[in-house]
T-cell receptor, first 113, second 114 residues
Framework: GESVGLHLPTLSVQEGDNSIINCAYSNSASDYFIWYKQESGKGPQFIIDIRSNMDKRQGQRVTVLLNKTVKHLSLQIAATQPGDSAVYFCAESLPGNTGKLIFGQGTTLQVKP | GAGVSQSPSNKVTEKGKDVELRCDPISGHTALYWYRQSLGQGLEFLIYFQGNSAPDKSGLPSDRFSAERTGGSVSTLTIQRTQQEDSAVYLC????????????FGPGTRLLVL
């Protein structure tokens, strides 16, 4: 069935290093992808999104890369900070869909000071 | 501007009781979504509202779950005869439109069924 999965459940990085969180999606027809950050006890917070007609999109300290050939999505965080510690979810949306998002299980990012 | 708000933030109920969860979307957003998040899991789609169109109820897990949206704004998710497996965080999101628009989430309602 349709699913979005994450390669690693937990990622531990040193403060100041760059982080890369990976995501595999199963439906090649998906045309919209989004990354959320969820801190403990809070709702998911939008980080960055990308549409299928793009390969890369940059934000302030984040970059999302989309490889449609292998159905892979990644989130790169530059100069990781303690405040980046959270669970990160990728999600996909299918065209012609109601817009509902299909979420992966999440990757926990731990930033060591 | 104000984000998505949800109430109550926490709800403890006894098995068999009915509960109502409320969501106030961002003003001007026409699409509203409900998701459920079990402990340590990703989000599971429940239901979607878009304007005056019939809602997409394809994610509701059983007929004990229902939702309505009054006046195209506030939404209420109702769970009848709650079961322990209903314990989860219920999240509401809204967006300007459907399909490919950023969904903004509320803080969620943490439901515990004893």
């Amino acid at each position: 069935g349709e699913s979005v999965g994450l390669h690693l459940p937990t990622l531990s990085v040193q403060e100041g290093d760059n982080s890369i969180i990976n995501c595999a999606y199963s439906n090649s027809a998906s045309d919209y992808f989004i990354w959320y950050k969820q801190e403990s006890g809070k709702g998911p917070q939008f980080i960055i999104d990308i549409r299928s007609n793009m390969d890369k999109r940059q934000g302030q300290r984040v970059t999302v890369l989309l490889n449609k050939t292998v159905k892979h999505l990644s989130l790169q965080i530059a100069a990781t900070q303690p405040g980046d510690s959270a669970v990160y979810f990728c999600a996909e949306s299918l065209p012609g869909n109601t817009g509902k998002l299909i979420f992966g299980q999440g990757t926990t990012l731990q930033v060591k000071p | 501007g104000a984000g998505v708000s949800q109430s109550p933030s926490n709800k403890v109920t006894e098995k068999g009781k009915d509960v109502e969860l409320r969501c106030d979307p961002i003003s001007g957003h026409t699409a509203l979504y409900w998701y459920r998040q079990s402990l340590g899991q990703g989000l599971e789609f429940l239901i979607y509202f878009q304007g005056n169109s019939a809602p997409d109820k394809s994610g509701l897990p059983s007929d004990r779950f229902s939702a309505e949206r009054t006046g195209g704004s506030v939404s209420t998710l109702t769970i009848q005869r709650t079961q322990q497996e209903d314990s989860a965080v219920y999240l509401c999101a809204s967006s300007f439109d459907r399909g490919g628009e950023t969904q903004y989430f509320g803080p969620g309602t943490r439901l515990l069924v004893l």
